[in-house]
């Protein structure tokens, strides 16, 4: 399989690895497992924050950030990841923000704890949430059907917006397609419209039917990203930048229109899909990923959205209960929402697109938050580096919810 689009497909969940993007598109690229029955299986809401979190999250002490220091080397060199980000965050607990390695590989600079980031499937949590304050305003509905606002969609009549969101829909993922491979890897810097990306997916059968079970597709995204546009007149990066980013006080995360990005920021590097050569994707342009990938963001935006996102500030009460209602992903412990997963009561997304990668989760029980930054997508043993970096991190400082809990498999289709 090719290794451009694969990211965005494993792109969706740090789980994801194991048939996840929850493998973001954690590119989020996103490979999910079905329940073992194959039906959905809603999780309990989250409980609430423990009074103090001292049974969540350990005091961040010099000692502690000694141990973290080299857990994090450890996996780099295990994974022969160029340069890391790390940021921890809770209340009473302290924090620990470090940078690791290089942000370029060819001059040897340091990576810093200011670079901008492309975020890949993070950026679904954005787009969904444009989405659900639309629902707020009452100017649509989550189990209206796609088909109400965007014409020529199999099963149109039948696949709601909330399906969609939850990655139940059924259609096929557009970045599995073998002709948008081949397109994609002719020229990374070409651009695609949403679309040419429908087209790939609908030349495709469905996969199941409606809400039957969940299936990451990057297909579904682009619909939901089309939907936003036609109810509110306005492009969609617009629309997240009104709607989502001012009202959130993100101030360094952006919808890129081009492949534009901001300084500073590390070189990122994918590896190629033939040969296995290691190249920089640094200023490959995001197109093919819109709605389901194409952001930029940077460290303290990503701890301040982390937050956002799982605790709903944006939205109403309500609006904040449908999304975290969960459905079972096959993988013990863990679920996926509207545009958010809870792995081992980690709140949040992760992301990943040729060169880069990004976790930012947040833990409601200690009220703490993780970001990782890395410049580089490249598996290592089938997982997601961000996946590993996560889990060492966890085993430190919350060994009652590590992250992801277990060792993925493999990507099916990698």
């Given at each position: 399989?090719?290794?451009?689009?694969?990211?965005?497909?494993?792109?969706?969940?740090?789980?994801?690895?194991?048939?996840?993007?929850?493998?973001?598109?954690?590119?989020?690229?996103?490979?999910?497992?079905?329940?073992?029955?194959?039906?959905?299986?809603?999780?309990?809401?989250?409980?609430?924050?423990?009074?103090?979190?001292?049974?969540?999250?350990?005091?961040?002490?010099?000692?502690?950030?000694?141990?973290?220091?080299?857990?994090?080397?450890?996996?780099?060199?295990?994974?022969?990841?160029?340069?890391?980000?790390?940021?921890?965050?809770?209340?009473?607990?302290?924090?620990?923000?470090?940078?690791?390695?290089?942000?370029?590989?060819?001059?040897?600079?340091?990576?810093?704890?200011?670079?901008?980031?492309?975020?890949?499937?993070?950026?679904?949590?954005?787009?969904?949430?444009?989405?659900?304050?639309?629902?707020?305003?009452?100017?649509?509905?989550?189990?209206?059907?796609?088909?109400?606002?965007?014409?020529?969609?199999?099963?149109?009549?039948?696949?709601?917006?909330?399906?969609?969101?939850?990655?139940?829909?059924?259609?096929?993922?557009?970045?599995?397609?073998?002709?948008?491979?081949?397109?994609?890897?002719?020229?990374?810097?070409?651009?695609?419209?949403?679309?040419?990306?429908?087209?790939?997916?609908?030349?495709?059968?469905?996969?199941?039917?409606?809400?039957?079970?969940?299936?990451?597709?990057?297909?579904?995204?682009?619909?939901?990203?089309?939907?936003?546009?036609?109810?509110?007149?306005?492009?969609?990066?617009?629309?997240?930048?009104?709607?989502?980013?001012?009202?959130?006080?993100?101030?360094?995360?952006?919808?890129?229109?081009?492949?534009?990005?901001?300084?500073?920021?590390?070189?990122?590097?994918?590896?190629?899909s033939v040969s296995g050569e290691i190249?920089?994707?640094?200023?490959?342009?995001?197109?093919?990923?819109w709605a389901a990938g194409a952001m930029?963001?940077?460290?303290?935006?990503?701890?301040?959205?982390?937050?956002?996102?799982?605790?709903?500030?944006?939205?109403?009460?309500?609006?904040?209960?449908?999304?975290?209602?969960?459905?079972?992903?096959?993988?013990?412990?863990?679920?996926?929402?509207?545009?958010?997963?809870?792995?081992?009561?980690?709140?949040?997304?992760?992301?990943?697109?040729?060169?880069?990668?990004?976790?930012?989760?947040?833990?409601?029980?200690?009220?703490?938050?993780?970001?990782?930054?890395?410049?580089?997508?490249?598996?290592?043993?089938?997982?997601?580096?961000?996946?590993?970096?996560?889990?060492?991190?966890?085993?430190?400082?919350?060994?009652?919810?590590?992250?992801?809990?277990?060792?993925?498999?493999?990507?099916?289709?990698?």
């Amino acid at each position: 399989m090719h290794s451009t689009p694969r990211r965005m497909r494993r792109g969706c969940a740090a789980v994801a690895a194991a048939s996840l993007l929850l493998a973001p598109a954690l590119a989020g690229s996103a490979y999910a497992a079905p329940s073992a029955q194959g039906q959905n299986v809603f999780a309990a809401p989250v409980p609430p924050p423990s009074p103090d979190g001292s049974a969540e999250f350990r005091q961040l002490t010099p000692a502690v950030a000694a141990q973290l220091d080299a857990a994090i080397r450890e996996v780099m060199r295990e994974t022969k990841v160029p340069g890391v980000v790390a940021g921890l965050w809770a209340p009473g607990k302290g924090s620990y923000v470090k940078a690791f390695g290089v942000a370029d590989k060819e001059t040897g600079a340091p990576m810093k704890t200011d670079v901008h980031q492309r975020i890949g499937s993070e950026t679904k949590t954005f787009t969904v949430t444009a989405l659900l304050r639309l629902v707020d305003q009452g100017k649509l509905g989550l189990d209206d059907p796609i088909g109400k606002y965007i014409n020529g969609v199999p099963n149109g009549d039948r696949i709601t917006l909330r399906e969609l969101a939850g990655m139940r829909s059924g259609l096929f993922n557009y970045s599995e397609d073998d002709d948008f491979d081949k397109a994609l890897e002719s020229g990374p810097n070409r651009v695609f419209t949403p679309q040419q990306l429908l087209d790939y997916s609908f030349k495709h059968p469905v996969q199941f039917a409606p809400g039957e079970k969940f299936e990451y597709s990057n297909t579904n995204l682009i619909l939901l990203g089309l939907v936003i546009e036609k109810v509110t007149g306005r492009p969609l990066h617009d629309v997240i930048r009104q709607d989502v980013l001012e009202p959130a006080g993100l101030r360094h995360t952006v919808f890129p229109t081009d492949a534009a990005f901001p300084e500073p920021h590390a070189q990122g590097y994918t590896d190629e899909s033939v040969s296995g050569e290691i190249v920089n994707a640094t200023d490959w342009n995001p197109s093919w990923a819109w709605a389901a990938g194409a952001m930029i963001s940077d460290l303290q935006d990503l701890r301040s959205w982390a937050r956002t996102l799982a605790t709903g500030t944006l939205l109403t009460p309500k609006t904040q209960a449908e999304r975290l209602k969960t459905v079972t992903i096959g993988i013990p412990g863990a679920g996926y929402g509207l545009g958010i997963f809870d792995i081992q009561g980690w709140l949040g997304h992760n992301g990943s697109l040729p060169g880069y990668e990004v976790l930012a989760v947040y833990l409601p029980q200690a009220q703490a938050t993780m970001v990782l930054l890395l410049n580089t997508d490249v598996l290592h043993d089938g997982q997601e580096p961000s996946t590993l970096f996560g889990e060492a991190v966890t085993r430190i400082v919350t060994p009652g919810h590590v992250y992801p809990g277990h060792k993925p498999s493999p990507p099916k289709h990698d």
